[in-house]
T-cell receptor
Framework: DTAVSQTPKYLVTQMGNDKSIKCEQN?????MYWYKQDSKKFLKIMFS???????INETVPNRFSPKSPDKAHLNLHINSLELGDSAVYFC??????????????FGAGSRLTVL | AQKITQTQPGMFVQEKEAVTLDCTYD???????LFWYKQPSSGEMIFLIY??????QNATEGRYSLNFQKARKSANLVISASQLGDSAMYFC??????????????FGKGTLLTVNP
């Protein structure tokens, strides 16, 4: 049983297209996140949802729209894809984000390539 | 200002030896948490160890230990008895309420560790 699962694992698409990445966690966690890892391996938070409520939105272009239908799911939709959107996108979840031990459990990542 | 600094882009170690990966941080909040994650070439992010700012003792998890020096604002990861499977990218991260949210972890740029046979 995968704790945090993302689909698809690989996504190759043309500039200007719209695409979605889905994420589901079966850990019963209240908080979910999207992180972006660029070609230099730098990990940066994009969004965080706590019980379906948006908590963090880190100056991400509004072409990126997260959606959390319930606390076990957090999807990422990207409109009008650009070359610079090529990256690995990680979904993560945590149980106790305001606690001192905010351990994130990550999904396997979704590698997006924009041509 | 960079919150988490990992000054070693790459490190090499011989199998069975110990290695220290450096991490310094910057925060104005007295309550924070420090984390280390491992990312092997397969790409997944694996949690290794956690240290809370109020924890009296340095954290240990098997072959991993955290050398926490609060006054120096450093949280170095020590891997003892290195194994070939330890070859990976290692990230230091901090939960820092002074950044405006308890919810996010801020990551350093990572250190690529190579274990030589």
């Amino acid at each position: 049983d995968t704790a945090v699962s993302q689909t698809p694992k690989y996504l190759v698409t043309q500039m200007g297209n719209d695409k979605s990445i889905k994420c589901e966690q079966n850990l019963g966690h209240d908080t979910m996140y999207w992180y972006k890892q660029d070609s230099k391996k730098f990990l940066k938070i994009m969004f965080s949802y706590n019980n379906k409520e948006l908590i963090i939105n880190e100056t991400v272009p509004n072409r990126f729209s997260p959606k959390s239908p319930d606390k076990a799911h957090l999807n990422l939709h990207i409109n009008s894809l650009e070359l610079g959107d090529s990256a690995v996108y990680f979904c993560a979840s945590s149980q106790d984000p305001q606690g001192r031990a905010n351990v994130l459990t990550f999904g396997a990542g979704s590698r997006l390539t924009v041509l | 200002a960079q919150k988490i600094t990992q000054t070693q882009p790459g490190m090499f170690v011989q199998e069975k030896e110990a290695v220290t990966l450096d991490c310094t941080y910057d925060t104005s909040d007295p309550s924070y948490g420090l984390f280390w994650y491992k990312q092997p070439s397969s790409g997944e992010m694996i949690f290794l160890i956690y240290q809370g700012s109020y924890d009296q003792q340095n954290a240990t998890e098997g072959r991993y230990s955290l050398n926490f020096q609060k006054a120096r604002k450093s949280a170095n990861l020590v891997i003892s008895a290195s194994q070939l499977g330890d070859s990976a990218m290692y990230f230091c991260a901090m939960r820092d309420p002074s950044g405006g949210s308890n919810y996010k972890l801020t990551f350093g740029k990572g250190t690529l560790l190579t274990v030589n046979p």
